[in-house]
């Protein structure tokens, strides 16, 4: 069982406090549900995976109370269910950090660690979490691909490479070599907006998966 990823502590700190508005935020949080995690929430999976997938932080009610990224709210029913379609995962649901769910090959982290107010980090938060993400980057073998759910976790993806915004334009299924081996593949994030609105279909998903898989395949 990986319950979290043993990534090394500099690409992520449990007890982070860079940021006094998330900080604050969080303290009410605790104080309203005194059983959730309510603390940064460290990466899941494979530490050697070669897919690594980045959110955009985590969900009041998803990974904010289980402590596991895409745990417990909408958009990781899509998520897990389409990792075990695709082989990436264990089970087709991910419902809490003890339930016996292991990623193959795959990480799963967020382009911000805290619970951010509405869930709309400001993009100072997004750039003080930044350094986290580029290390836990630089973890990755030549031959991976980073999957970024939705904007701001691609250009939270380009700024930890020290890459231009507009050499790179997020949109769905798009791909970008990022250099070192890398490939970034785009996909609108799996919320409940995106899902119910039509903007992502199941269909949508899994093509994206199919591109992902096509590169890790021919690595």
Same mark, same amino acid.
């Given at each position: ?33 005194? !059983?959730?995690? =309510?603390?940064?929430? +460290?990466?899941? %999976? $494979?530490?050697?995976?070669? &897919? #690594?997938?980045?959110? *955009?932080?985590?969900?009041?009610? !998803?990974?904010? =109370?289980?402590?596991? +990224?895409?745990? %417990? $709210?909408?958009?990781?029913? &899509? #998520?897990?269910?389409? *990792? ?136």
């Amino acid at each position: 069982m990986n319950p979290v990823c043993p990534v090394p502590p500099d690409c992520f700190d449990p007890a982070c406090t860079r940021c006094p508005r998330l900080v604050d935020f969080l303290a009410g949080v605790r104080a309203r549900h005194p !059983g959730y995690h =309510a603390a940064p929430v +460290p990466p899941f %999976g $494979d530490p050697k995976a070669r &897919l #690594l997938i980045v959110g *955009l932080a985590p969900g009041m009610h !998803g990974a904010n =109370a289980s402590g596991r +990224p895409f745990t %417990g $709210d909408f958009a990781g029913i &899509l #998520l897990y269910q389409t *990792l075990f379609e695709m082989g990436f995962s264990s089970a087709p649901a991910s419902s809490s950090r003890d339930d016996g769910l292991k990623l193959r090959d795959c990480r799963i982290t967020n382009a911000v660690k805290c619970l951010p107010p509405e869930n709309k980090p400001l993009t100072l938060e997004v750039r003080a979490c930044n350094d986290y993400l580029a290390r836990e980057l630089a973890l990755l073998a030549p031959g991976s691909v980073v999957l970024a759910l939705g904007t701001v976790a691609h250009n939270a993806v380009l700024r930890a490479l020290g890459l231009r915004q507009s050499a790179h334009r997020f949109g769905h299924g798009h791909e970008h070599a990022l250099g070192n081996g890398l490939m970034l593949v785009d996909s609108y994030h799996c919320s409940r907006y995106n899902t119910q609105t039509g903007r992502l279909t199941r269909d949508m998903f899994q093509a994206v998966f199919v591109q992902v898989k096509r590169h890790l395949d021919g690595a």
